[in-house]
């Protein structure tokens, strides 16, 4: 039991009132996979972020003499069908998939968040965003990429060479095609928030549409924003892996975790480890920013809090 | 038991061989894989390996290479020569005599009609067509009688099998292609996709880049074949998938090309489904070199055409740095040991035409550096060399193929010691190699600055396939993108040449001509830089009997003698 269940003494008045993030917090830490879960993502992003200066081996350096070597010191993960070293392939890989997960999400979030905040406030506009909502949810994802992909690869790659082009494309194609739950999250919670009694208060001394918005209803949209963000999170990267996987997104030179996968296929008999690396990577990262999501969304709920 | 059950296996195989012999398609079905797609049954409308063999078996050329290379007859009686007068003294004629009786798949009789429209669909001069060289220096097609034709070339022509031979040469029918003709070829989608043949098989059910169903041609002039009744012709996938679905899982009983690194492969065949079978042809993997600029800026319809000349690659000292900075050697080992070797031509056999240049053998990382900077490309600071503001920087493009992706990333490496920038591409086969002029990701619009497959030619001799690098033979908007001069390669004293081997008839001398055509084209003017002398490796079941691998002409040249080992 967390003191979070002990009745503050309504005699100590000096002591400062508890901050909301701290009961969040508190919260979230009886949740053992959400804390887990952020463990390992937080291990996962450090390792993304700060490991090239530590492993400081490039992963696309062909060693011809050194192929399909197993697990040592100089290898750590071994070497592929190249010898390229898999470590550092993996660390290159997990840079951008993760980047790509973050940035997408952060594009899907501010367009659901947007198009749900509008569509909840605004009566007019509801009916015409929301059938929005409906016609991307009804399109296909994966064939709509690959079609995003052949369109528009050369003139990103043209204009801001290779690696940011096709980074541009994936994480706009995936934010875009992503932020749909997001905004009918938003709308549902606006809706039944605006018709709220301080909502109404702000309104009626005057309080414009902006500024209660910003003030008044995101606030208290937000729980539902991080839980959708983590989620999405884990999606853009699933997402990624795929098209990757495929073939397609980034060149072929380019490690990314789906494009490890997609390489080591090929030789999954004979050096099944290539396979189970990335393999592990994806799902790891996933899980855990699924458990992150499912924790804060305990945590963020005040009637669940405490029980 | 076990001996009981093989007993009586034996016993019900005997009691039902006699019959199964004398039956057309008595065997059954049988499953045939290639892991790029087929797009078009019609040959001289795709430039694709895979179209030009699967249309190989439905319909059929007048004469055909076998497995050792040797013409032989196939819809004609017999091999038209100097001796039984089937090719004039002075060499400019060749007349074929088609065998009587052979019927189209619809009943209505091959006649020479029909072959002299071949040659006029080909040729149409409002029309691309892929095939084009195999027409080249003829001047005339013209049916004798019925079953005779006669073709007439501008000038003595020491060997006149070009036109009508091997997988890229088959007749079709007239009535059929009549009002196809020139710009309303590709648009007879009936006709390209389910062409009336004398073949073997006919098509049922057509699916672009997906999967073909066939069945026996009624009309088949062997009344007891082809053994099979059905065929599945599925397409797509990847050479791994397809080597596992004939070696390991046993799914299907041919698979085409397999493309694998060496261990990949011997793993497979341990499974003991199925055997592996190679051998080596005129097939080599290289980087064609683009001499148009394929630049994205051009309008579309001026891409990687000849109005304008590659900024960067026109310059002779870039290609041949390109070239030196190449280990082959190791290109070989990684990617298909016993069944490559080094290559430094186009044509590495047979011996008559190979070039025995090794020149560019070795790899020189320093001379390519000494090259590059004489040409005034200087580094810039982060490696990547500059000239004019411009970066020697390439777009590198070819199939998506796990030893093509090995092959992208080691020249990438060595390139990048030479300063030189790459930017790696690769595009599913079934499009790169599908023809389709409205898609900008095929070989034939090269829209990128080198790019990476392997090419052959039918038969032995190698005129027609030099011919190919004929100036104005290169795909262009106005031949609908066919062609085959994929380098834009244009050199007035090449096509000299090309008409000094039409018009010699010593074999030497062809032979020392065509030699110095083919390194022309690759160790002087480095416009094609030879990677690997493939050889084919194919696979079968051990179920499937009567494959011969044929390097000379469709692998699927003699579909109608495959049986199933009972």
Redesign the interface.
């Known amino acids: 039991m967390t003191d979070v269940l002990t009745p503050p003494a309504p005699e100590a008045a000096p002591k400062p009132p508890r901050s909301p993030w701290r009961d969040v917090w508190d919260q979230f830490r009886s949740h053992r996979g959400a804390l887990a879960g952020l463990v390992i993502f937080t291990l996962f992003l450090l390792a993304a972020a700060v490991g090239p200066y530590i492993w400081r081996v490039d992963p696309?350096?062909?060693t011809?003499r050194a192929?399909?070597l197993g697990p040592s010191w100089t290898y750590p993960l071994g070497t592929d069908?190249?010898g390229?070293d898999m470590l550092a392939r993996m660390i290159a890989g997990g840079r951008i998939s993760i980047a790509v997960g973050l940035t997408a999400m952060a594009l899907s979030l501010v367009l659901g968040t947007l198009v749900g905040m509008l569509a909840g406030f605004f009566r007019r506009l509801d009916g015409p965003l929301m059938r929005l909502t409906d016609l991307f949810l009804s399109l296909p994802l994966l064939p709509l990429l690959l079609v995003m992909v052949?369109l528009f690869r050369?003139?990103l790659?043209?204009r801001f060479g290779?690696e940011t082009g096709i980074f541009i494309l994936i994480v706009f194609a995936i934010g875009i095609t992503s932020w749909m739950q997001t905004a009918r999250i938003v709308r549902g919670d606006v809706l039944a928030l605006k018709e709220r009694e301080f909502v109404l208060a702000a309104r009626s001394i005057g309080t414009p549409p902006g500024r209660i918005i910003t003030r008044h209803l995101l606030p208290n949209v937000m729980s539902p924003i991080m839980v959708s963000a983590t989620l999405g999170i884990a999606n853009a990267i699933i997402t990624e892996s795929a098209l990757s996987f495929l073939?397609l997104g980034f060149?072929?030179?380019f490690p990314t975790w789906g494009r490890l996968l997609f390489?080591a296929?090929?030789?999954i008999?004979?050096y099944p480890s290539r396979v189970i690396w990335p393999g592990v990577a994806i799902s790891l990262v996933v899980l855990s920013a699924n458990y992150i999501g499912d924790g804060l969304r305990d945590a963020l709920d005040p009637r669940i809090r405490g029980r | 038991m076990k001996l009981k059950t093989a007993l009586m296996g034996a016993v019900a195989a005997v009691a039902l061989a006699p019959q199964a012999i004398a039956e057309r398609g008595a065997d059954g079905h049988v499953n045939i894989i290639y892991w790029q797609a087929v797009s078009i049954l019609n040959p001289y409308l795709s430039g694709g390996t895979k179209d030009i063999e699967a249309a190989s078996m439905i319909i059929e050329p007048l004469g055909r290479y076998d497995n050792n290379g040797v013409l032989v007859p196939w819809l004609a009686a017999e091999v038209p020569t100097v001796e039984n007068g089937g090719v004039a003294q002075d060499l400019t004629s060749i007349t074929w005599r088609l065998k009587p009786g052979i019927l189209w798949s619809d009943g209505t009789p091959l006649t020479s009609a029909d072959v002299v429209f071949t040659w006029e669909y080909c040729t149409h001069p409002e029309g691309g067509c892929a095939q084009a060289s195999k027409f080249d220096g003829v001047v005339s097609v013209e049916a004798l009688d019925e079953l005779t034709v006669k073709v007439t070339f501008a000038g003595p022509m020491p060997v006149p099998y070009g036109p009508f031979t091997g997988g890229q040469g088959p007749i079709l029918q007239k009535a059929q292609f009549q009002t196809c003709l020139g710009a309303a070829a590709p648009t007879c989608t009936d006709a390209n996709f389910g062409p009336v043949g004398t073949g073997p098989f006919v098509v049922t059910d057509f699916r672009p880049n997906d999967v073909i169903q066939m069945a026996a041609n009624p009309n088949y002039r062997d009344p007891a074949k082809p053994r099979f009744a059905t065929v599945t012709f599925k397409g797509g996938g990847d050479a791994a998938g397809a080597g596992r679905a004939v070696l390991e899982t046993g799914e299907f009983d041919y698979a085409w090309n397999l493309q694998l690194a060496p261990p990949v492969l011997a793993g497979m065949v341990a499974a003991g489904r199925g055997k592996a079978i190679s051998a080596f042809g005129t097939l080599v993997e290289r980087i064609e070199i683009n001499l148009t600029d394929p630049s994205p800026s051009l309008p579309e319809g001026e891409r990687s055409t000849r109005k304008h000349p590659h900024p960067i690659l026109s310059d002779l000292r870039v290609r041949k740095a390109l070239s030196m900075a190449i280990d082959r050697e190791t290109l070989v080992e990684i990617g298909y040991g016993q069944a490559g070797r080094p290559a430094c031509t186009i044509v590495p056999s047979p011996p008559n035409f190979a070039s025995t240049r090794t020149d560019c053998l070795a790899q020189d990382i320093a001379g390519a550096n000494a090259l590059l900077d004489e040409a005034g490309w200087v580094r810039g600071p982060d490696g990547v060399r500059g000239k004019d503001g411009r970066r020697l920087s390439l777009l590198y493009q070819t199939s998506t193929n796990a030893v093509r992706q090995d092959f992208q990333a080691l020249i990438k490496q060595w390139w990048s010691e030479i300063g030189v920038e790459t930017e790696l591409k690769n595009i599913n086969a079934g499009v790169f190699f599908g023809g389709d002029p409205g898609s900008p990701d095929t070989f034939q619009k090269f829209y990128a600055d080198v790019e990476m497959y392997a090419n052959n030619f039918d038969g032995t001799d190698p005129q027609a396939y030099l011919s190919a690098y004929r100036c104005g033979n290169e795909p262009r908007p106005e031949t609908g993108w066919q062609g085959e001069n994929i380098n834009r390669y244009c050199d007035p004293a090449y096509d000299a040449l090309l008409d000094e081997l039409a018009r010699t008839a010593d074999f030497e001398e062809r032979g020392r001509i065509a030699r110095q055509l083919a390194e022309m084209l690759t160790v002087e003017s480095y416009t094609i830089l030879p990677l690997v002398d493939r050889g084919r490796v194919s696979a079968h079941a051990n179920t499937l009997g009567g494959v011969v691998l044929n390097t000379w002409d469709s692998e699927l040249w003699n579909v109608a003698d495959w049986y199933r080992i009972k």
């Open positions: 696309t350096f062909i011809i192929r399909n069908q190249l390229r052949m050369e003139s790659s043209q290779p073939g060149p072929p030179d390489d296929v090929d030789y008999r004979d």
